[in-house]
């Protein structure tokens, strides 16, 4: 053969041995590791170079007396792969009829799996019937296995390995479990607080999340708001001073565990126990009631620092964005004959908190407030209601209680912040964020600054200040100069420390009242005065000094005179 013919031949040689390498070795799909669920999967030879694989979906602990529901989550890893094959994938026996891009975590050796990211767009699932979704993806170079996923997974060694993290922080006072699940995995809580503020007073809040196990976004979350506590935001700082935080980061481990979606190891949907929580004989249950229980006490006998507010934090199917419910106003509530809904106030409390979290998220406050009535009282917040705040004593003497703002958050799975790209866990850690700023503004809490004036004028010029809070924590502090020379000039003298040092002569009569590291002219108006904003950032531990000296420019001699000091301070 010509070697030109030869060499013109062999590119397309190449292309079909690595074709036919492609198709002959057999994907192998496996789903027994810790989060993962399916019932079966199938991998039939395509076309050249493609694998069909099915992956059908199975109930929570494969109990087929489960709905539909309860079949909304899968997560699988596919091995024996080579590079360029072509995968059709195919969810079967779904419970979900929602598209949502999936996600896969790729590895080069079939044992070490780098981070979960959504798959290529190319992949967005397409829904065949009402209970199938399919898509195709390309092995890239390189990679010899991944692991694919309805939605970012959460596990159990995730949350161990992230509590460990946590331990030696001033912030964090304890990480204790309050209770064991079915298979005997310890339910933590974790307290945070700055503990040499004495608790007298702080105001407590409880947050817990993974109810439903397989409900992620509520992780993300909740690590995004610890996060924000330990940073060095002063608004964390303050909402520590102020508030005890109690965190239940995984409340059905168990059910995370197996896989599941919405129950624990006994086929329990956890949420629908709230309507009889003090019945329930399901651990997982004892163990949040009894906590809860403790920190509230009675109506005849309210504990100290009962909880302000209690977020449950959840994700949901079929909802764009994320949301809260926002529980019905009944003004004739009673708790045997119309207890469906919740006292007028806390409707109006709870619409409070939302129009808050709105404010701090442009994320949340994408999505549209959903109703609850509460019919059967299935969830946390009833308990909260119908044995605290709706009972008489508790808001009324002899309690004199705060209302318990408890409601429900739910992430989704789809879009994220910018309604375009695909969600993904830094969106739902940047809410854990928000979420702390909103708590600090629906606890009352601010950032507060001071100024005030310390000596006198040496003549009669003047120095004063008013103070303006921003909503970043930050503070505009208007400076009003009055008695100064008409149509003089000013200089702002502004330092970190307080002085009291005579001015050289001829002006030896004023004194300096600041270190003065930074000086900057302005004018004085035909009255003597002037005004203008400083900008205070949200710094703890700001502290400057301001004087001002003032020079009449229409005397042949010029003229000096000094303010008062001026003292601006961050109080945090």
Not at 199 to 204: F, P
Not at 257 to 286: C, D, H, K, M
Not at 397 to 408: D, E, K, N, R
Not at 557 to 564: E, P, Q
Request: with cysteine; proline share 7%.
């Amino acid at each position: 053969m010509p070697s030109r013919l030869l060499a013109a031949l062999t590119p397309s040689c190449a292309v079909v041995a690595i074709a036919a390498a492609a198709f002959a070795q057999t994907p192998v799909v496996t789903f027994a590791g810790e989060t993962m669920r399916l019932r079966s999967a199938t991998v039939a030879a395509g076309t050249t170079a493609t694998w069909n694989v099915t992956m059908t979906m199975e109930d929570d602990n494969a109990n087929a007396a489960l709905g539909t529901s309860f079949r909304r989550w899968w997560h699988a890893q596919l091995g024996s792969l080579v590079p360029g094959q072509t995968l059709q994938i195919t969810i079967a026996n779904a419970g979900y009829t929602d598209i949502i891009l999936p996600v896969w975590s790729l590895s080069t050796n079939g044992t070490t799996f780098g981070d979960y990211t959504r798959l290529p767009t190319s992949a967005v699932p397409t829904l065949i019937g009402s209970t199938q979704h399919r898509f195709t993806v390309t092995v890239p170079a390189g990679v010899t296995a991944f692991r694919l996923a309805k939605y970012f997974p959460y596990s159990v060694t995730r949350k161990d390995a992230w509590l460990a993290t946590l331990n030696g922080d001033p912030r964090v006072r304890s990480i204790v479990p309050i209770g064991n699940s079915v298979q005997g995995r310890p339910i933590h809580k974790i307290e945070m607080t700055d503990s040499a503020v004495p608790d007298a007073g702080k105001q407590r809040v409880w947050i817990h999340s993974g109810i439903h196990p397989a409900e992620t976004t509520s992780y993300f979350t909740l690590e995004g708001f610890v996060a924000w506590l330990r940073s060095s935001d002063p608004m964390a700082a303050v909402l520590l001073d102020q508030a005890l935080i109690e965190i239940v980061p995984m409340a059905n481990p168990d059910g995370v565990f197996l896989g599941n979606y919405r129950t624990n190891a006994n086929s329990v949907n956890l949420e629908n126990q709230w309507s009889a929580p003090y019945t329930s004989t399901v651990p997982e249950i004892i163990a949040l009631r009894t906590a809860i229980e403790g920190y509230m006490g009675t109506v005849a006998s309210p504990a100290s620092n009962p909880i302000r507010v209690l977020l449950n934090l959840h994700s949901s199917h079929g909802v764009a964005y994320p949301f809260h419910f926002q529980h019905v106003a009944n003004a004739s509530w009673n708790p045997t004959t119309n207890n469906t809904g919740v006292i007028p106030l806390v409707n109006q409390i709870e619409g409070q908190w939302i129009a808050q979290f709105d404010a701090r998220s442009p994320f949340v406050a994408l999505g549209t407030t959903q109703s609850s009535a509460l019919t059967t009282r299935p969830f946390v917040e009833s308990m909260c209601h119908d044995r605290w705040t709706a009972v008489s004593g508790w808001l009324n003497a002899p309690g004199l209680q705060s209302p318990v703002m408890a409601i429900t958050f739910e992430g989704t799975y789809r879009r994220g912040p910018d309604t375009v790209t695909w969600n993904t866990e830094a969106d739902y850690r940047l809410v854990g964020e928000q979420m702390g700023k909103a708590l600090f503004d629906h606890l009352g809490l601010q950032l507060t600054a001071s100024a005030t004036t310390f000596a006198g004028p040496c003549q009669a010029a003047t120095l004063a200040a008013s103070l303006a809070p921003q909503p970043d924590g930050s503070h505009v502090a208007t400076i009003t100069v009055a008695n100064g020379p008409q149509n003089g000039i000013g200089l702002l003298a502004l330092g970190s420390a307080q002085l009291a040092v005579p001015l050289p002569a001829p002006w030896s009569a004023c004194t300096l009242l600041t270190s003065a590291e930074v000086q900057a002219p302005f004018a004085l108006g035909p009255t003597g005065g002037a005004s203008f904003p400083i900008l205070m950032p949200a710094l703890p531990g700001l502290d400057a000094w301001l004087q001002v000296f003032t020079f009449d420019v229409s005397s042949p001699v010029l003229v000096l005179d000094a303010t008062n000091g001026l003292r601006l301070r961050n109080d945090y």
